[in-house]
């Protein structure tokens, strides 16, 4: 069973950074595309940035030049840095593992305010 847990999520002043982390466990972590997605209220899931098991990053625009996703396949882990936050980038933050379905974790709140 596919377990993924993030941690890190909080409360900055906008210009201010975090980093998350999400611990997978269950899975061949070294195989899978992981992402980070976000959740605001009253929007759908979206894309923030993802990682092959090569190292392969993509951003979404909004998120470019700001945030860099990481990994460490030796700690089953994955990353998201990042800075200069805004105040739209405040929601709950998921990790997802990218398989033949989507796996979750619970997700952690980020707050920025201006």
Known sequence: ???????????VQAGGSLRLSCAASGL????YIMGWYRQAPGNQRELVARITK???RYYAD?????FTISRDNAKNSVYLQMNSLKSEDTAVYY????GSSVSW????QVTVSS
């Open 1 to 11: 069973q596919v377990q993924l847990v993030e941690s890190g999520g909080g409360s």
């Open 62 to 66: 909004s998120v470019k030049g700001r």
């Open 95 to 98: 990790c997802g593992a990218l």
């Open 105 to 108: 974790g619970q997700g952690t």
């Open 54 to 56: 090569d190292g392969s």
């Open 28 to 31: 061949t972590f070294s195989i």
